[in-house]
């Protein structure tokens, strides 16, 4: 694949037959639906897949399930950093690792506690590596069990171990991310934003791409975004699509995953709007809410020339 080649890589949810065991057959068509929409890659047992609700065994059998059925095509990579002590973090990343993923991701806030410093998280990473041989990883500012922003430091030391491919950021602010951005020049490093307003601007200070929960929404148009947001001839197109995006962002995360898995299912993909993670159903205000956004996406689609996805 070209080095300047911008990717859309969504942040997985999972389908749930009604007594809220993992649906796998809508899995592979939910996985199928994101090829269509041009993803360049997934990211499978991730917050939005509701990683902390499902038993180890259901995390591992999640990233198996997408490694083998999009069959190399595109990699995958997993959150793989469970555990209470290092050493069952490492042995479970390892676990990740066998499912055939590409790398396994880490989450920031396991490896320090809030109150604890830069150092002693470089220190807890730099225990993990070396029990955790050659393989892979990535890193992703989650926002639980706490939001643990990786600070340049951090990263310096990340990218010094020549083994990290993939970063999900959560900072939000613009200028810090451009450090970021600037820090993983001239290395294997693949920077993605998880913050929809901040698309079009990451993607043009250098980001490798999105990850964004909208993705699950209308993932074609972040495909397109991705794309296009350096493109001089659609910049008119790129500024409207990125302004329609913040708009609706505030709208669609009322009632997250279930208000995604609502939508798409309007939008024809066979999954039913049940989440482990969601205390009640979608209330009738978010449905409506949502729908508004959903009688939008034609005309998104009409605008920038793009098909509407099918699975």
Known sequence: MDSN???FVPVM???YHSNLKIDFDALSKLTDFYVNSG???????CASSEMYQLDPEERL?????VVKHVKGAFPVVATGSFGTTIEE?????????????????????????????DTVLINNLEKFFSLTGNIPMGTYECPSPYKRIISPEVLRFLLSTNRL????????????????IDLAKNSKLEFYDAHTPNSMYSLQMGAKGLSTIAGNFYPEIFSWMCNN?????????????????TRADAIIGQGYPNSAKY???????????????????????????????YKLLPQWHERLGIKAAAY
Do not use: C
């Open 5 to 7: 080649t911008k990717k």
């Open 13 to 15: 949810i999972t389908p």
């Open 39 to 45: 993803v360049k890659g997934f990211f499978a047992n």
């Open 61 to 65: 059998s999640l990233a198996r399930h």
């Open 89 to 117: 973090r490492a042995e479970f990343a390892r676990k990740m690792y066998d499912t055939g993923v590409n790398a396994v991701i880490l989450i920031s806030s396991h490896f320090a506690n809030k109150e604890e410093s």
């Open 165 to 180: 491919i993939y970063h999900k950021d959560t900072t939000l602010d613009l200028e810090k991310i451009r450090v970021k």
């Open 229 to 245: 947001a350096n493109n001089p001839a659609r910049k008119d197109d790129v500024e409207w699509i990125q302004a329609e995006l």
């Open 263 to 293: 939508f798409l299912q309007k939008r024809g993909v066979p999954i039913q709007p049940l989440a482990r993670s969601a205390k009640a159903p979608l209330t009738d205000a978010q449905k409506q809410a949502v729908d508004e956004i």
